[in-house]
């Protein structure tokens, strides 16, 4: 959401941050509606001013025996309360529209973000580690999972459908393990506080964090009215809303692991086997509120606290900054942190870390008072994969994958796996 006068006083400049996601010039269309709903305003309270100074007078005319002009005041202010209903209900209809219309309009790009149309404009900011060469054909995680049994994607498929996955054994052990490594290191080394959110949320809190309405088609809702929960952003950020902190308590950062749940609209098609896009998986996310001023360098240690629980794991990535036209909606800038997958031969994302400034703190009126200061500001917010849980395993199973198609796991989980050093068909 965008403050409409900062729009109305320099509206170029708003066209032109909306031009770098390819977006037509809309400030005009946003000044003229916010003109109209103000013009509203005035006449709605000349009526109710009026309304009243005539309401005064009829008592007066009453008194003076004068009941001519009482009949006629009272013609009058039953007149003028017609005037205000319909000016009433016309300033909530605008209101409505130029709120409909602020909420569609993605968030203005930083000025050092790359401007581009898609994924190829990204640019590579740093890789970390080698990608590895295996001695013999590597295989994709999925083809690994079912020869060893523990990935399971025909009963899964006969239980609920296509994208989704059963794990089984020791894998399901590696799953819990990497959520509870990943939270060690978020909290015990990292500040992060460990949250355990709802996995249900109502409209104000995915309106808050921008899944509503622009990603209607990609949420899963419940009959009652409930969304279940795209990634544990939406309830983590929405700890703040409508809430008004003082600036010793930022910045205040969270993190959470859970199930995560996505219709994956659009996507039909594209990885279609295993466990890279999935309706249900599991993530651990991190989550900062800070003050206007430190944004930006919160963004730069998020991305590092994501960093480090690949380079423990000893798996090859890189870090791109992404393009104006694939950065996310509510994004002022991210970065994606893309793990080597040797069974593909390519990179693919596992973590994405955004800076949002106070665009969605607008939507749900979080605010802070700096110290000694009266007024108040917007908080700024931030969110980050720390990491997908699932893809994760995807990596460590295609970096980690033995010729004999055993999975070796990395030295930093053996303790959570309970000393076990492999994964394999006798294990």
């Given at each position: 959401m ?7 006083d320099?509206?170029?400049l ?5 031009a770098?996601r ?13 003109e109209?709903r103000?013009?509203v305003?005035g006449?709605v309270?000349?009526a ?5 100074e005539?309401s005064k ?11 001519t ?8 202010v039953?007149?003028?309360?017609d005037e ?11 209101s ?12 203005i790009?930083?000025?050092d ?5 898609d ?9 970390h580690?080698?990608p ?6 590597p295989?994709?995680h999925?083809d690994l ?8 994607f025909e ?19 590696m ?7 990943m939270?060690?290191v978020?909290?015990?080394e990292?500040?992060y ?10 409209d ?6 921008s899944?509503l309405?622009?990603?209607t ?11 279940l929960?795209?990634?544990a952003e ?19 950062r969270f993190?959470a692991?859970?199930?995560c749940?996505r219709?994956e ?7 279609t ?7 249900q998986?599991s ?7 800070t ?8 963004h730069?240690?998020?991305l590092?606290a994501?960093?480090?629980i ?6 090859p ?8 036209g694939?950065?996310g909606?509510?994004a002022?800038?991210?970065?994606d942190?893309?793990?080597?997958l040797?069974g593909?031969?390519?990179y693919?994302e596992i973590s994405?870390?955004?800076?949002c400034g106070?665009?969605q ?11 000694g200061g009266k007024?108040?500001?917007f908080?700024?917010t ?5 990491l ?9 199973f295609?970096?980690y994958?033995?010729a004999?198609?055993?999975?070796a796991?990395p030295?930093?989980?053996?303790p959570y ?11």
């Amino acid at each position: 959401m965008f403050d409409i006068k900062a729009i109305r006083d320099n509206p170029e400049l708003f066209d032109r941050g909306l031009a770098k996601r390819g977006a037509e010039p809309i400030a005009e269309k946003i000044m003229a509606l916010d003109e109209e709903r103000r013009a509203v305003i005035g006449r709605v309270q000349d009526a109710q001013t009026k309304r009243n100074e005539a309401s005064k007078l009829i008592g007066k005319a009453k008194a003076g025996g004068d009941n001519t002009e009482a009949q006629r005041l009272i013609d009058e202010v039953a007149q003028l309360k017609d005037e205000l209903q319909k000016g009433e209900d016309q300033e909530r209809s605008l209101s409505q529209a130029l709120q409909d219309l602020l909420a569609a309009i993605p968030n203005i790009p930083m000025d050092d973000v790359p401007i581009g149309e898609d994924e190829t404009a990204n640019v590579v900011r740093h890789t970390h580690g080698e990608p590895r060469k295996c001695n013999f054909e590597p295989k994709e995680h999925f083809d690994l999972g079912e020869e060893l049994g523990l990935m399971d994607f025909e009963t899964a498929a006969k239980m609920s459908g296509a994208r989704f996955v059963v794990l089984k054994g020791k894998l399901a052990r590696m799953e819990r393990a990497l959520a509870s490594f990943m939270l060690d290191v978020h909290t015990g080394e990292f500040g992060y506080e460990e949250i355990s959110p709802p996995l249900l949320v109502r409209d104000e809190a995915a309106f808050g964090t921008s899944q509503l309405p622009k990603f209607t088609e990609d949420l899963f809702r419940t009959e009652n009215g409930f969304w279940l929960i795209p990634t544990a952003e939406v309830p983590l950020t929405n700890l703040v809303r409508e809430s008004i902190l003082s600036e010793e308590e930022l910045p205040k950062r969270f993190t959470a692991y859970t199930p995560c749940f996505r219709s994956e609209a659009g996507s039909a098609g594209k990885d279609t086997r295993g466990m890279i896009r999935q309706h249900q998986f599991s993530k651990v996310e991190m989550v900062s509120i800070t003050d206007r001023e430190s944004s930006n360098q919160e963004h730069e240690r998020m991305l590092s606290a994501a960093e480090e629980i690949l380079k423990r794991l000893e798996l090859p990535y890189r870090v791109m900054t992404l393009s104006t036209g694939d950065m996310g909606f509510a994004a002022q800038k991210t970065y994606d942190i893309e793990v080597w997958l040797p069974g593909q031969d390519t990179y693919r994302e596992i973590s994405s870390c955004s800076v949002c400034g106070d665009f969605q703190a607008r939507r749900m009126n979080a605010r802070y008072r700096p110290t000694g200061g009266k007024k108040t500001h917007f908080v700024h917010t931030l969110n980050g994969s720390g990491l997908a849980v699932g893809r994760t395993i995807v990596a460590i199973f295609e970096n980690y994958q033995q010729a004999d198609g055993s999975i070796a796991i990395p030295a930093v989980l053996q303790p959570y796996m309970g000393g076990l050093q492999a994964l394999s068909k006798e294990s």
